[in-house]
């Protein structure tokens, strides 16, 4: 009887039944019932216009009745995006997963900050890798990038300072300090100049593009601190290099891709980034 029910209320409350169109009009699937309009599904068709069409069916729809239309164009970059879509979202299960400990909260800081490169670069070409290991000198000596993005406005480094209170360092120090109250004790930690370290990482990079004209290649820096981190007496932002919480980053970035000029095809986005992924160890690729 239940199972029954089940039916009856199906049929009386209706479904939703997507049909997909390509740029002329033409039916390209019919009755394909999902519970939602699934971009995915077209990853595997030529690229190209699409629009999903919801029609609402039921028992007591005399005639059916559109819903909602959702037009996607699937090119390389929707394709590109949807892939980095499922990315983050491996990582975030993968978190999850995680026992609560130094690693989990580095590689959660990490992935909050690719989710916004990604809300900020959607609708561009872009490629985002993580854990980017970089030569600092012939003694094999190494340097660690946070996260770097090729965007068509050029290349952005991003370190992440999980430090939390008042935050204190100026450019020549050799470590910066984190003050705040606990248990109504003053502590205060001491951690890498994370500015020296942005240097050291533009330096690592520019040597590696070597016989490229790297001082023609837009490069940005962004120092990016936890929410609960007062910037109190820090080195100010530039045009290159920033420091701002993780609640400023969208907004900083999505100003400096407007004022920048496109300097990437498609194609260099894609050459440099398989030359950093060797050097990285991507999560997944995409």
């Known amino acids: 009887m239940a199972v029954l029910g089940v039916i009856f209320a199906f049929l009386v409350w209706g479904w939703d039944e997507i049909v997909l169109r390509d740029e002329q009009g033409r ?147 050799k470590s910066w300090h984190a003050t705040k109250m606990k248990e109504n004790v003053n502590r205060e930690s001491n951690f890498e100049n994370p500015m020296a370290r942005s240097v050291r990482n533009e330096e690592a990079l520019r040597r590696m593009f070597e016989g490229v004209d790297f001082s023609s290649i837009p490069c940005f820096s962004y120092i990016v601190f936890d929410d609960k981190a007062v910037l109190k007496e820090i080195p100010e932002s530039t045009v290159n290099r920033k420091f701002v919480l993780r609640s400023q980053l969208l907004q900083s970035l999505l100003r400096t891709f407007s004022l920048a000029t496109p300097v990437f095809s498609e194609n260099e986005i894609g050459e440099f980034a398989k030359e950093l992924a060797a050097l990285s160890d991507q999560f997944s690729d995409y």
Request: glycine fraction near 6%; charge should be positive; include cysteine.
């Open 27 to 173: 039916l390209l699937s019919c009755k394909v019932q999902l519970d939602r309009a699934d971009e995915g599904a077209l990853i595997g068709l030529a690229y190209g216009t699409y629009t999903f069409e919801v029609w609402h069916r039921g028992l007591f729809c005399l005639k059916p009745r559109l819903v909602r239309k959702i037009k996607l164009v699937h090119n390389k970059v929707t394709e590109n995006e949807w892939n980095y879509a499922v990315k983050l979202d491996a990582e975030a299960k993968f978190l999850r997963s995680m026992p609560d400990d130094a690693e989990k909260r580095h590689r959660n800081a990490e992935f909050l900050t690719d989710s916004i490169l990604f809300r900020a670069s959607k609708g561009t070409y872009f490629k985002i890798l993580n854990n980017v290991y970089l030569l600092r000198n012939s003694l094999n000596d190494t340097t660690h990038i946070d996260s770097v993005l090729i965007h068509p406005t050029g290349l952005y480094l991003f370190e992440n300072v999980q430090k939390t209170g008042w935050i204190y360092g100026d450019a020549n120090s």
